[in-house]
């Protein structure tokens, strides 16, 4: 595996869009966790290519969209209608194995990127 590399943050007023990515190799399971200064991290989108699922949390459902076009392009999630409490570090991390639990486990996670801001304001 190598290292997930993020890319796309940026700062949009509240209701704006936004499409994050991440570039990886060697994965089965990618998650993104996101992490705003004092909070705990946050699992928020899962993709699971051996079980063939998507997971989205509670709190972006409807919002968040994950997707791939193909294998070894970048994995993109397009956030819509942002809120300033989408405001954190979302970042981006693979593992090789099966069985990848939801909700999301940082423990289950083996490369972690170097993360991508994204600010949201009022």
């Known amino acids: 595996q190598v290292q997930p590399v993020e890319s796309g943050g940026g700062s949009v007023q509240a209701g704006g869009s936004l499409k994050i990515s991440c570039a990886a190799s060697?994965?089965?399971?990618m998650g993104w966790f996101r992490q705003a200064p004092g909070k705990q991290r946050e699992g928020v989108v899962l993709?699971?290519?051996?079980?063939?699922?998507?997971r989205t949390a509670a709190s972006v459902q409807g919002r968040f969209t994950i997707s791939q076009d193909n294998p070894n392009d970048p994995v993109y999630v397009l956030m819509i209608n942002l809120k300033p409490e989408d405001t954190a570090r979302y970042y981006c991390?693979?593992?090789?194995?099966?069985?990848?639990?939801?909700?999301?486990?940082?423990?289950?996670?083996?490369?972690w990127g170097q993360g991508t801001q994204v600010t949201v304001t009022f």
């Open positions: 991390a693979t593992s090789p194995r099966v069985g990848v639990r939801w909700p999301l486990l940082s423990d289950d996670f083996d490369q």
């Open positions: 060697g994965w089965n399971a």
């Open positions: 993709i699971d290519r051996f079980a063939g699922s998507i």
